[in-house]
């Protein structure tokens, strides 16, 4: 094993995490070469001063506080609760519904009556066809595109 | 016997309530401690554990058990730890030269350096101070990731694989950024090396 690959090797053999097969071959090459040795040393020292910062522990009022924000979370909802609408909102659409229902069926008692005797205009088309007014309308404009088009 | 925290995991998926304090009391103080460690502010790593459980509970009812508990839960965590230090990078930037000597006390609070604090042992409580102090700051000026491998392997003990997962890299990765952050660590904190070496 040469120095380069012990790199990915060193830490899992402090540590103790190697398999037998590689911590052998580890212990091979730490046996021909004082580099590592010496380097396994001082990450076995690291590893030491790592252990002497102090566990902290959570305030006493940590838990209270997760529970409180638990507390506050909205009640998921699943995707059968949208086809299932509150009281409040059911109550409204049906309303809405027999309102629309009665609207619709009602006999329009109040609305102004128009017989069809008083629309004689519409029955007397001639009146249209001879309506000088529109004879005398000015004459379209005729664009000359280039000879395209044939008079 | 107890339960495991997948199993603990699932009850809170059907509704147990209970089971969620249980995963609660199991890893408040692993991830709390994690926590300070990358963002070295007491009331923030706290604020961010809260974050990581209101997640979890979130995240209950679409839970599947495709990787171990721990594998998750501090995926979770090292996200927001990561996203919050980079916020703080630049508020950290502009705290005063003039502030008062701090030390961290065990119990995480920052107090106010007092020499004349009455002390059973005050030197020796000064020289141990130090020493925690050189190690606390070597860890926090590793790069960020380096800093969360550190510790999610050396604290929490995740193997490679979990930590591969976490940090959203391959083991080999992973072994080679850990190397590095100990190489770093290594000069360092030389001085105490060499005492730890004799």
Known sequence: ?151 | MARSDVQLMLDVKAGDEQSFTLLLHRYRTPLVNFLYRMVRNREQAEDLAQEVFLRVYRAREDYVPSAKFTTWLFRIATNLALNSVRDNRYQRMEISLDAPVTVVADDGEEKKLDVAEKHPNIEQHLVEETRRKMIRHAIEKLPEKQRAAVLLHKYQELDYGEISKILQCSESALKSLLFRAYETLRVELAPLVAQQGK
């Open chain 1, 1 to 151: 094993m040469s120095c380069s690959r012990m790199e990915n090797k060193i830490l899992g053999y402090v540590d103790g995490r190697l398999k037998e097969a590689e911590r052998l071959e580890v212990e091979k090459h730490l046996a021909a070469c004082p580099a590592c040795r010496m380097r396994v040393n001082e990450f076995r020292a690291v590893s030491g001063l790592l252990d002497e910062l102090p566990v902290i522990e959570p305030s006493p009022a940590f838990d209270l506080r997760v529970h409180a924000r638990v507390a506050a979370e909205p009640p998921k909802q699943s995707w059968w609760a949208w086809l299932t609408p509150s009281p409040r909102v059911a109550f409204a659409a049906s309303m809405l519904l027999l309102a629309s229902i009665w609207i619709g069926t009602r006999s329009p008692v109040n609305a102004p009556q128009v017989a069809q005797d008083d629309i004689p205009v519409l029955e007397n088309y001639d009146v249209l066809s001879n309506f000088d007014v529109l004879t005398e309308l000015p004459q379209p404009v005729q664009v000359d595109d280039g000879g395209q088009q044939q008079n």
